[in-house]
């Protein structure tokens, strides 16, 4: 089956680095996506990693294991705007296709 | 602004009605999507066009729901018959290649 799991909830304080993980299993994988969504609002993008390894964008760097099955998003020097919903999403198949994960909910704190 | 956009953002209606909902994809995208959101869940894929072609549809998806993309620019998603499990946000979303873009979609409540 395909399946994406990520934790429901975190928690991290203003200006320090949080990992969300992210373990998926699907069939004909091409590359995992990072949403982020803020509340009542679409997702927007963040990252797309087709090769293993850390691609960084700035504050958010993203990472890729395809033998692992396994992606992490890494957000440095958090801030308080940070807080929203972090979307895994495995592109799998010809039809572009998207798998989703439940979300990851962060909160930063001041 | 020329990203995505979504028609209504707000929909009331009573259990039983129809409702329509439009998207328009960027313009250059061939590619375009429907999903459903629920409070606390990631986006339930629905249905996806290449151009005017429907090429998937959700298992998910019982025969109440239609979409269509008549010229392979705007799309319609129809739910006929609402029922109150029916409300969500229903999110259209467009690309040309890998990344999609999402509209502000549409919050449906069924009453």
């Known amino acids: 089956g395909q399946n994406i799991d990520q934790p429901t909830e975190m928690t991290a304080t203003e200006g320090a680095i949080v990992q969300i993980n992210c373990t998926y299993q699907t069939s004909g994988f091409n590359g995992l996506f990072w949403y982020q969504q803020h509340a009542g609002e679409a997702p927007t993008f963040l990252s797309y990693n087709v090769l293993d390894g850390l691609e960084e964008k700035g504050r958010f760097s993203s990472f890729l294991s395809r033998s692992k099955g396994y992606s992490y998003l890494l957000l440095k020097e958090l801030q308080m705007k940070d807080s929203a919903s972090y979307l895994c999403?495995?592109?799998?198949?010809?039809?572009?296709?998207?798998?989703w994960g439940l979300g990851t909910s962060l909160a930063v704190n001041p | 602004d020329t990203g995505v956009s979504q028609d209504p953002r707000h929909k009331i209606t009573k259990r039983g009605q129809n409702v329509t909902f439009r998207c328009d994809p960027i313009?250059?995208?061939?590619?375009l999507y429907w999903y459903r959101q629920t409070l606390g869940q990631g986006p339930e894929f629905l249905t996806y066009?290449?151009?005017?072609?429907?090429?998937?549809k959700s298992r998910l998806l019982s025969d109440r729901f239609s979409a269509e993309r008549p010229k392979g620019s705007f799309s319609t998603l129809e739910i006929q018959r609402t029922e109150q499990g029916d409300s969500a946000m229903y999110l259209c979303a467009s690309s040309l290649r890998f990344e999609q873009f999402f509209g502000p979609g549409t919050r449906l409540t069924v009453l």
């Open positions: 999403a495995a592109h799998a198949g010809n039809n572009r296709k998207l798998i």
């Open positions: 313009s250059e995208h061939n590619r």
């Open positions: 066009f290449q151009n005017e072609a429907q090429l998937e």
